[in-house]
């Protein structure tokens, strides 16, 4: 499954994003998704995700701030940043998971495929 994010660029703290995620590959609207981002020097960490049911789950540090959706028709899911802050710089990257858990899982172990990512910048 080829993914294929955009929707990254530099933004002022406090401002806002929409990321994207789609493919022409493969039908996107019953998988578990998750989102993921990493920093420079840092590990690659949950952000949040979407199962394929439709629960969400999102890190601590970004929930009231960040959202995903889907939209069934464009074969997309979102990741809607706001409030953005300078520690939200990063590459984010999405990535769909096979497994039909009831919840989002953390691990980027637990997800199949990825995109290649996409840069936020957020400036002071």
């Known amino acids: 499954v080829q993914l294929v994010e955009s929707g990254g660029r530099l933004v002022q703290a406090g401002g806002s994003l929409r990321l994207a995620c789609t493919s022409t590959?493969?039908?996107?609207?019953?998988?578990?998704m998750g989102w993921f981002r990493q920093a420079p020097g840092e590990e690659r960490v949950f952000v949040g995700g979407i199962s394929w049911s439709g629960v969400t789950r999102y890190k601590d540090s970004v929930k009231g701030r960040f959202s995903i959706s889907r939209d069934v028709a464009e074969n997309t899911v979102y990741l809607q940043l706001t409030s953005l802050k300078p520690e939200d710089t990063a590459v984010y990257y999405c990535?769909?998971?096979?497994?039909?858990?009831?919840?989002?899982?953390?691990?980027?172990?637990?997800?199949?495929?990825w995109g290649q990512g996409t840069q936020v910048t957020v400036a002071t």
């Open positions: 590959e493969r039908t996107l609207n019953s998988l578990a």
């Open positions: 990535t769909v998971s096979l497994r039909r858990t009831i919840v989002p899982q953390e691990a980027p172990g637990d997800y199949d495929y």
